[in-house]
């Protein structure tokens, strides 16, 4: 049987699979920024079927975001990767590098199980969506054609909106066909009433020269004359160079210029916006800095914990801030030496499976790290005041540039009894220890 005739049972299947779907249970671990609005932006560990269900069931957020990106898997049959790099302990120069599966795009049951993870999705999104909502959906050529029909059936066919081409210069390359240059977000709306805001783009004239028509305002710059017009559903923007400020290692990172552009066309300041295909963590670092609330939700602890990294260090735009929840928030051990007022981290049980792990530097690093575990720390965080339940980091220290402050001081103004230290390792692996004074 064709494809085509499938499509009933498979919409079928996942609306069955989103009316019983159940709503997950989450544990807050951390708790970090301004949170004192009453609005927490939300980065949740966590299969998103479930934890959308939850939004709708115990938190009251049917009908309350405004803008739903999501950037699933595109049913490309393969593995993809991100890259840790690591510096060479002691006064060895260089960085060793290993590459461990970021997701797994293979399905085991072929494009129908593909197809029905993606209605039940579709279906929770359209619950959460607000009657002025839209929902854009990045999808390639494997699969960006069934999608739309299913969401042709779930939005509405007239609620269809748009149908970007983002195209770009890098890969897709081969002998065999003309190179696939672009993916395709597609964009539907909850309602006819949806909210869109027209954005401007540069139209260069014709042999880059003024044309003097009457009324119409023309503009210079260093190619030549042009003059501003409506976007089209075109965009050309450059993929994240390896040497942007934007990289995470990530794989299958998308530039925040994209997210920014959406987000600019169809959401205010204030407004939520959520993606719960997350994996780098692009839409909040998007909206932090435009002022949006937002919601991310990923199942990979390296997807969180690149969300956290790029969620902090753009806090600082707004303020905003954020908590982090997980079905699991069990920890593996960290331990640290007080003296003096400095507070040094010392040790950490890495909890690494090597056997995820590949590259030529494999060996190298497992050594290494054999000897000293904190090379493998990406992150540390302290919390003075701890209650027991919640991390709430007065001081975070980042790995950069391959180096990490492995010291704190302790505050001199603070009557401490108890205080909590957060670590996360270059895989997204949370450890942490309590000490009591």
């Not at 002691?90 to 590459?99: D, N, R, V």
């Not at 530039?255 to 300041?269: F, G």
């Not at 079905?327 to 400095?342: I, R, T």
Request: glycine fraction near 8%.
């Amino acid at each position: 049987m064709s494809l085509i005739m499938e499509l009933p049972g498979i919409l079928e299947a996942g609306r069955k699979e989103y009316e019983e779907m159940k709503a997950g249970t989450y544990c807050r671990t951390e708790e970090t920024g301004d949170c004192s609005t009453g609005w927490k932006n939300i980065i949740a560990g966590a299969d998103n079927g479930p934890f959308m269900k939850n939004l709708i069931e115990n938190e009251d957020m049917a009908g309350k975001i405004q803008m739903v990106y999501i950037d699933p898997p595109f049913f490309t049959k393969a593995n993809h990767e991100a890259v840790i790099h690591v510096n060479r302990p002691g006064e060895e120069k260089g960085t060793l590098s290993a590459k461990h599966l970021a997701y797994d795009d293979h399905w085991s049951r072929g494009i129908g199980q593909y197809l029905s993870m993606l209605t039940s999705r579709l279906y929770l999104i359209r619950d959460l969506l607000a009657d002025q909502g839209t929902v854009w959906v990045h999808l390639d050529w494997h699969a960006v054609h069934y999608v739309r029909l299913l969401m042709d059936e779930i939005f509405g066919a007239d609620h269809f909106v748009n149908e970007i081409v983002w195209t770009y210069k890098s890969g897709g390359a081969s002998k065999k066909h003309f190179a696939r240059k672009h993916d395709t977000i597609l964009v539907y709306s909850k309602s006819k009433k949806y909210y869109f805001q027209p954005l401007k783009e540069k139209s260069y004239n014709r042999g880059y020269k003024p044309y003097h028509f009457k009324g119409v305002e023309e503009f210079q710059d260093e190619l030549g004359w042009y003059t501003m017009v409506n976007m089209k559903d075109v965009w050309q923007i450059d993929m994240v160079g390896r040497t942007s400020r934007e990289r995470t290692g990530y794989a299958t990172q998308k530039p925040e210029a994209i997210l920014e552009r959406i987000l600019e066309s169809c959401t205010r300041e204030g407004d939520i916006c959520a993606d719960f295909f997350c994996g780098s963590g692009t839409l909040a670092a998007a909206a932090q800095r435009l002022n949006r609330r937002w919601i991310c939700c990923d199942q990979g602890k390296l997807a969180v914990s690149t969300t956290y990294r790029r969620a902090e260090e753009t806090d600082d735009v707004h303020g905003q801030g954020f908590c982090i929840l997980t079905e699991d928030c069990s920890a593996g051990n960290l331990s640290a030496e007080l003296k003096d007022g400095v507070i040094t981290l010392r040790e950490c049980d890495v909890q690494l499976d090597y056997s995820a792990l590949e590259g030529k530097d494999l060996p190298e690093l497992k050594s290494a790290a054999e000897t000293d575990p904190l090379l493998l720390i990406d992150s540390w965080s302290v919390d003075w005041d701890f209650d027991g339940k919640v991390h709430r980091p007065d001081i975070i220290n980042f790995r950069k540039k391959g180096k990490l402050d492995l010291t704190a001081q302790l505050p001199a103004d603070k009557n401490i009894r108890c205080f909590s230290i957060a670590a996360y390792d270059m895989l997204g692996g949370r450890y942490q220890t309590v000490i009591k004074l």
